[in-house]
């Protein structure tokens, strides 16, 4: 027959192994829920950390109130029914100066416009601006009954007209070209048989916004090499020249990447000679 100190050695024993797992859990528990509340965190910390550091390059402005009108554009909303206007507060948080003679359009040749951009200040892309600058590569949505900002699962940069990031990029082109003074340029490619896309934002939104007698002329820089397929006797460009606002002057000139990356590379070279 069990003694009593036996079986009361026995219930401790019970006890103690009870409450060790219940620690347990309970330590598991708050891992999980820490581990979660951070992945959450992360949602927007990531994002906004990124994207203060940017801004922060940029003297004049103030970091903090451009986060809170950049996130009242989309927190809350299905991020497919966030449409262009949403963006404007934020826009007029990121006022900057005209880019007379000195912007630069591009289409279909991103790479070559800002290794340009970055070795020579002669001229001015919308992601060499604040507004580029900041949000360059990034992706961002919200969603409904949620105020954080979340940078996965969001909607690809097709897969709705008004989703989040598309929605931004067209106000912000807007809003660059509605800066463009005097000669503009713009660089497109000769790799493709129509450098002019109908379809491009260039298209649909920036050469729309370039108006007479503002901007004077639009210099087409038509990157080409020996395998291109087109040049400035393209159909497309002939359809750019003819859908300019009256008064604008048009010009096009077929200069190859070599030409472009040398100039680039050497401050002894103007700009304007770059073509």
Not at 43 to 48: E, F, M, V, W
Not at 71 to 87: F, G, M, S
Not at 228 to 256: F, P, R, W
Request: net charge positive.
């Amino acid at each position: 027959m069990e003694q009593p100190t036996q079986k009361r050695r026995r219930r401790r024993r019970l006890v103690v192994v009870v409450v060790v797992v219940v620690l347990m859990v309970v330590v598991l528990a708050l891992g999980l829920g820490l581990g979660l509340g951070l992945t959450h965190g992360r949602s927007s910390g990531g994002i906004k950390d990124s994207f203060l550091k940017r801004c922060q390059k940029f003297n004049d402005l103030n970091c903090q109130n451009v986060w809170d009108a950049f996130q009242r554009a989309y927190i809350n909303r299905d991020p497919c029914t966030v449409t262009t206007d949403a963006y404007d507060p934020f826009i007029e948080a990121v006022s900057f100066k005209s880019q007379c003679n000195r912007g630069l359009l591009w289409s279909k040749t991103k790479e070559v416009a800002h290794s340009f951009t970055q070795k020579r200040d002669c001229l001015v892309t919308l992601e060499d601006t604040p507004l580029g600058a900041i949000l360059n590569d990034l992706t961002w949505c919200g969603k409904q009954g949620s105020d954080e900002t979340f940078t996965s699962g969001c909607p690809g940069y097709s897969a709705c007209d008004n989703n989040t990031v598309r929605s931004y990029w067209k106000r912000a082109s807007a809003a660059f070209a509605d800066t463009a003074c005097g000669d503009v340029s713009v660089m497109l490619s000769g790799y493709i048989q129509t450098p002019f896309d109908p379809n491009s934002i260039f298209a649909t939104i920036e050469v729309k916004r370039l108006r007479s007698p503002k901007v004077r002329r639009l210099n087409v820089v038509l990157v080409v090499e020996k395998n291109a397929v087109t040049n400035c006797t393209n159909v497309s460009l002939k359809n750019l020249q003819n859908i300019l606002d009256a008064g604008i002057g048009y010009g096009c000139k077929e200069v190859t990447r070599d030409q472009i990356d040398k100039c680039s590379s050497d401050p002894e070279i103007a700009c304007g000679a770059c073509w």
